[in-house]
């Protein structure tokens, strides 16, 4: 089992940015891919960005390309989520995932085997 904690929301402004942290425990991390998610009010949960186990391949819906950056820390067992030139359309509440298989991440997203309970971006206009 692995546990997924996130922080770092918060209420911002437009232009404004954030860094968002996930933080696992229960099993090694390195193994695991993971990556961050977003949920708008009444839409859908959508994929935001994930980093593989090595890091070294890193994915972006084109809503986050230019605009967020995805990182790990495996020596602090956290993945961080950079958010620059934030907009109102940002506003969500943003999951942190983690699965052994960055094909999963990107492309399976109901198959993903952990999830963190979210934490709530607004961004004002």
């Known amino acids: 089992q692995v546990q997924l904690v996130e922080s770092g929301g918060g209420l911002v402004q437009t232009g404004d940015s954030l860094r968002l942290s996930c933080t696992a425990s229960g099993r090694p991390f390195t193994g695991l891919a993971l990556g961050w998610f977003r949920q708008a009010p009444g839409k859908e949960r959508d994929f935001v960005a994930a980093?593989?186990?090595?890091?070294?391949?890193?994915h972006y819906a084109d809503s986050a390309k230019g605009r967020f950056t995805i990182s790990r820390d495996n020596a602090k067992n956290t993945v961080y989520l950079e958010m620059n030139s934030l907009k109102p359309e940002d506003t969500a509440v943003y999951y942190c995932?983690?699965?052994?298989?960055?094909?999963?991440?990107?492309?399976?997203?109901?198959?993903?085997?952990?999830w963190g309970k979210g934490t709530l971006v607004t961004v004002s206009s």
């Open positions: 995932a983690a699965d052994p298989s960055i094909a999963t991440m990107t492309s399976k997203y109901d198959n993903i085997d952990y």
């Open positions: 980093i593989s186990s090595s890091g070294v391949y890193l």
